[in-house]
């Protein structure tokens, strides 16, 4: 099992990137995806979930309003829409796959982990 997570760089302040995580050996459609990040010195803190049919979506306070999650099931991949980018979103970002047990905020309920890509925001 393996998620490929890609689309991280440094960009400045009001920029955009787009995130995407990349399954292979699961069926994503068999799980609901989030999306986690690591600042240096901070745990690892939620930031959006999508459910498996894509129909249910949460954020994080700090992100709604900017972050956009989405899934293409036939692809196997999950995205991260990220505007408005802000230096506080510095931080490294993980994909995670969950089977739906417990909450969704608790990153020790999910199965699988992506290796994380860099993402960068100056000011």
């Known amino acids: 099992v393996q998620l490929q997570a890609s689309g991280g760089g440094s960009v400045q302040t009001g920029g955009s990137l787009k995130l995407s995580c990349t399954a292979s050996?699961?069926?994503?459609?068999?799980?609901?995806m989030g999306w986690f990040r690591q600042a240096p010195g901070k745990e690892r803190e939620f930031v959006a979930v999508i459910s498996w049919s894509g129909g249910s979506t949460d954020y994080a306070d700090s992100v709604k309003g900017r972050f956009t999650i989405s899934r293409d099931n036939p692809k196997n991949t999950v995205y991260l829409q990220m505007n408005s980018l802000k230096p506080e979103d510095t931080a490294v970002y993980y994909c995670a796959a969950y089977r739906g047990r417990g909450s969704y905020y608790d990153l020790y309920k999910y199965d699988y982990w992506g290796q994380g890509t860099q993402v960068t925001v100056s000011s």
């Open positions: 050996g699961i069926t994503l459609s068999s799980f609901s």
